[in-house]
């Protein structure tokens, strides 16, 4: 079993910056690849970023300059910086792992999901 803590979300302006964390726990979290995805109101979730074990990445095109995913695998943590915000990052912003997912990843292949943390980009 992998437990999964979000924190970090919250209300930015437009421009703003915030940063993600995600605690994973468990004896074999590390081996879990680990990803965030968001919903929106109204919309379905989608894929945002993921860190393999290898330490490699893979990222929604909208991320590109403006958010970076990181580990620290001392600490189990996975973030999310994200930078130059705009109203339409306003979601739920979920983290997830999955000892094996295609490219791009998708939520029925994540096998354990975190609470998730609100973001919301408003002036």
């Known amino acids: 079993q992998v437990q999964l803590v979000e924190s970090g979300g919250g209300l930015v302006q437009p421009g703003g910056s915030l940063r993600l964390s995600c605690a994973a726990s468990?004896?074999?979290?590390?081996?879990?690849?680990m990803g965030w995805f968001r919903q929106a109101p109204g919309k379905e979730r989608e894929f945002v970023s993921v860190m393999w074990v290898s330490g490699g990445t893979y990222s929604a095109p909208f991320m590109k300059g403006r958010f970076t995913i990181s580990r620290d695998y001392t600490q189990n943590t996975l973030y999310l910086q994200m930078n130059s915000l705009k109203p339409e990052d306003t979601a739920v912003y979920f983290c997830?792992?999955?000892?094996?997912?295609?490219?791009?990843?998708?939520?029925?292949?994540?096998?354990?999901w975190g609470q998730g943390t609100q973001v919301t980009v408003s002036s």
């Open positions: 997830a792992a999955a000892a094996r997912w295609n490219i791009p990843p998708t939520e029925d292949g994540a096998d354990y």
């Open positions: 468990g004896r074999s979290a590390s081996n879990y690849a």
